[in-house]
């Protein structure tokens, strides 16, 4: 009967876990949200016959929630846990279309600081104190996996070779998630915890659907250039298109294989697109 707990599933690939993990009913499915009622209420309207989904309240940046969030945790468990999934993620428009030179030009310094420290806050920081608070449960589990949902954006080679100057905090702070995992897989590698690093390939989670005219010129531009990378790149994957793929790529992933620390995509290598 395994476990998991999914961080940011209130909506987009989050999401798309607690719905394929759950179709299981032997599987324990624990989302982490920020805002418990209206992902309660999804549940409700939208897999309502799903007894194995429990959602607990608990904004990644708040570590005593999370600590309180991993107690919850073990009361539905019985103090232990399969799979972490960390999801959640600081992600704005601020940075996802623009370069830093324009960055710099057209923002307060004290703008530019405050959201280096919201993508760092979250995307790194916070991630270590959701292990911390996690890994007790992990460590009495039986499989004992760690996927962070990481990016493309993250590879230092992928943005050198195809010249992507936009995203800049999001990109270093996928890098500094990756070089997390590989600290942590170092550290508790002969405790027989896996931690792996995944990029889920492009997801059409509606993040560009309000964006400016602008801002959408540029995302073409970088769609071009993945088109480029990639000719079969067709376009977005729906959620839990993805998340069946990345589930697929972890189960063959093991530390007795040498996989601890890798970073990853959906496709089980440092391919990004197919």
Not at 30 to 40: D, H, S, W
């Amino acid at each position: 009967m395994p476990s998991y707990v999914i961080t940011g599933a209130s909506r987009g690939i989050g999401w798309g876990f607690v719905k394929h993990l759950s179709e299981d009913p032997s599987n324990t499915v624990i989302g982490l949200v920020r805002n418990a009622l209206p992902t309660i209420e999804c549940v409700k309207s939208e897999l309502p016959d799903r007894k194995n989904i429990h959602i607990i309240q608990a904004d990644l940046t708040d570590t005593p929630a999370l600590k309180k969030a991993a107690s919850d945790t073990a009361t539905i468990t019985g103090g232990t846990l399969d799979y972490l999934i960390g999801n959640a993620a600081y992600l704005a428009t601020y940075d996802q279309f623009d370069s830093p030179g324009n960055l710099l030009a057209n923002s307060s310094p004290e703008e530019f600081t405050k959201q280096f420290h919201s993508f760092m806050d979250t995307n790194v920081l916070a991630q270590i104190f959701l292990y911390e608070a996690f890994l007790p449960l992990l460590l009495k589990g039986k499989t004992k996996k760690i996927l962070s949902i990481s990016s493309a954006m993250g590879d230092p080679d992928f943005n050198r070779e195809w010249e992507h100057d936009h995203a800049i905090f999001y990109s270093t702070s996928k890098a500094a998630l990756n070089m997390v995992n590989v600290k942590f897989g170092a550290q508790y590698k002969k405790d027989g915890v896996l931690f792996i690093s995944m990029c889920p390939g492009i997801v059409d989670t509606g993040y560009a659907d309000n964006i400016t005219p602008e801002q959408g010129a540029k995302l073409q531009e970088v769609i071009g250039k993945f088109q480029a990378y990639s000719p079969a790149f067709k376009g977005a994957y729906e959620p839990v298109e993805s998340v069946k793929m990345m589930l697929g790529v972890l189960d063959k992933l093991s530390i007795e294989n040498g996989d601890q620390g890798k970073y990853l995509s959906h496709l089980g290598a440092k391919r990004w697109l197919p």
